[in-house]
């Protein structure tokens, strides 16, 4: 048996992609679920599918980037369920683009989606967690892009950037509540999903771009193993968990430009070693 058997988990963006993954993960486990997203069709059949394997599962379709609906998926959770113990704020999207192009409905889909879908699950789900006076996590998806900036994605840098600082506060507020709340922030690089089939993304920043991230994308890791490093990080309390190591070169000359203060230079080594320098304009 497993230490999470029983244990009730609630995961956003849950119908596809990395959320599916975690969901399927979750219910190997034994965890009771409560499976969200705003795509209800695709939710309803994962639902079916997870409790025709057994699993005890729920599911809730939200639009994370609004707070009503954030909030009734909280009480959902404890009406059936009677609390909560793991929670994935992992829903998102993505927007590529020149970031003055980017129209003003893009931009805000992205804040609300990847932004104010995260501030909204702290708001509505952390109290609830504090409250119930027992360990709880949550694990907020970020991407490695919360941590280095590449061009032709300004919404989502901007966002996920966000998402990392959002998390890292709430890792410093809880420790000095000695809460027995914890939280991750999850910075993956390619992870297989349908991340880049939206039509909100296609064209917008040239074919080129859009197809080489895409490739990089559905050759990634596949959401269930990303699942079980999640579980281990999760069972450790790690704050970071970053699951694909090749970008840490490009981490490490950030940090060094910004504490030597010189001006960045955009250079990038992908998972197969291929460097990437200098202005990629793929328009
Ligand atoms: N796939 C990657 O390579 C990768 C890498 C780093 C981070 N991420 C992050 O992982 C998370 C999951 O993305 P994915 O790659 O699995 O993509 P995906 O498109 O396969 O899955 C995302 C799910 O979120 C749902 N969703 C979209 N808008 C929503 C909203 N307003 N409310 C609720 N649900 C909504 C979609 O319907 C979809 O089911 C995102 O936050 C993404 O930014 C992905």
Redesign the pocket.
């Known amino acids: 048996m497993s230490i999470e058997q029983g244990r009730v988990a609630v995961i956003?963006?849950?119908?596809?992609?990395?959320?599916?993954?975690l969901a399927e993960y979750a219910a190997g486990l034994g965890m009771r679920l409560v499976l969200?997203?705003?795509?209800g069709q695709?939710?309803q059949a994962l639902c079916a599918e997870l409790q025709a394997l057994g699993a005890e599962a729920v599911a809730c379709v939200?639009?994370?980037?609004d707070p009503a609906q954030v909030e009734r998926l909280r009480d959902v959770a404890v009406e059936r369920f009677g609390g909560v113990d793991l929670l994935f704020n992992?829903?998102?999207?993505?927007q590529t683009g020149h970031c003055w192009e980017i129209t003003q409905e893009q931009w805000q889909r992205m804040l609300?989606?990847?932004l104010q879908?995260v501030i909204n699950g702290i708001r509505s789900f952390v109290p609830l967690l504090l409250e119930q006076g027992r360990p709880a996590h949550v694990v907020n998806?970020?991407?490695?892009?919360g941590l280095v900036s590449s061009p032709l994605m300004a919404p989502?840098n901007v966002t996920?950037q966000a998402v990392v600082a959002l998390s890292e506060t709430l890792h410093y507020e809880l420790s000095l509540q000695q809460a027995q709340v914890s939280v991750s922030v999850?910075?993956?690089?390619?992870?297989?999903?349908?991340?880049m089939?939206?039509d909100q993304v296609a064209g917008a920043a040239g074919a080129q771009f859009n197809e080489l991230l895409d490739t990089?994308?559905r050759q990634?890791m596949t959401?269930l193993e990303l699942a079980e490093l999640v579980f281990t990080a999760v069972r450790e309390k790690r704050f970071w968990i970053l699951p694909h190591k090749f970008f840490k070169p490009a981490l490490e000359r950030r940090m060094q430009s910004i504490l030597e203060e010189t001006n960045p230079l955009f250079q990038f080594v992908d998972e197969k070693g291929t460097e990437i320098e200098g202005e990629h304009d793929a328009a």
């Open positions: 956003t963006g849950a119908a596809s992609g990395i959320g599916r993954g969200s997203d705003v795509d695709r939710l939200t639009d994370v980037g992992n829903a998102g999207v993505m609300s989606v990847n879908g998806t970020a991407s490695l892009a989502y996920k999850l910075c993956p690089g390619p992870v297989a999903s349908e991340i089939a939206s990089s994308i990634g959401p």
